[in-house]
């Protein structure tokens, strides 16, 4: 399917630098835990998602990002299926991110 990619943490920040966004499909407990310190991110929790997706531009590039990744890829493929195209899932998730040293903000 068309747009159904991976993309690893250092190139989604330099892609949110760009002017992506990342939206983070996390519930709000999770988010004030540890939340990304980054431009253009978009609090949408996956319990909400399907009620809120239409709030998301077809224009821009949407990152989707979780804890893991499993969350997201399934928030993902919802996405594709609803006609975005410029997609893609956050490989690991906040802990990836973590892991590669990228900015996080602890509550």
């Avoid at 990342?22 to 990304?36: H, K, N, S, T, W």
Wanted: charged share 20%.
């Amino acid at each position: 399917m068309h747009g159904l990619r991976q993309i690893d943490p250092a190139t989604a920040l330099e892609r949110l630098r760009a002017g992506a966004l990342l939206i983070d499909v996390r519930e709000p407990g999770e988010v004030q835990r540890l939340a990304f310190d980054a431009p253009n991110v978009v609090q949408m929790p996956l319990s909400q998602f399907a009620q809120r997706y239409h709030e998301l531009p077809r224009d821009r590039e949407l990152i989707i990002a979780c804890a893991s990744g499993a969350r997201s890829f399934q928030a993902m493929q919802f996405l594709v299926h609803h006609g975005h195209n410029h997609v893609s899932n956050l490989q690991g998730g906040i802990g990836m991110w973590r892991l590669h040293g990228l900015p996080v903000a602890a509550a």
